[in-house]
Nanobody
Framework: QVQLVESGGGLVQAGGSLRLSCVASGSILRPNVMRWYRQAPGKERDLVARISSGLTTNYADSVKGRFTISRDNAKNTVYLQMNSLKPEDTAVYYC?????????WGQGTQVTVSS
């Protein structure tokens, strides 16, 4: 099993920044992919960004140029630096760990952006 613990969410004004962290522990296998998803009330859970253990990254169009995903493999930690936040970024942000054998989710962290 893999345990994921997210942190760093909170309330911020539009234009502000937040940095989310997700620490993974347990049966960490490589190669793997770490992803950040978000889910706003009444909406589906959408992929925000992903990063492979080889550091290849991909972003949703809505966050390109504003969000940066990174990871520290030695610490089994993935980060999401969020800049120029908008009210529409308000959501619960979830960390996901995936390898070819299994996938796990964190409990989520709330991000609220006020206008």
């Amino acid at each position: 099993q893999v345990q994921l613990v997210e942190s760093g969410g909170g309330l911020v004004q539009a234009g502000g920044s937040l940095r989310l962290s997700c620490v993974a522990s347990g049966s960490i296998l490589r190669p793997n992919v770490m992803r950040w998803y978000r889910q706003a009330p009444g909406k589906e859970r959408d992929l925000v960004a992903r990063i492979s253990s080889g550091l290849t990254t991909n972003y949703a169009d809505s966050v390109k140029g504003r969000f940066t995903i990174s990871r520290d493999n030695a610490k089994n930690t993935v980060y999401l630096q969020m800049n120029s936040l908008k009210p529409e970024d308000t959501a619960v942000y979830y960390c996901n760990y995936w390898n070819t054998q299994y996938s796990y989710w964190g409990q989520g962290t709330q991000v609220t952006v006020s206008s």
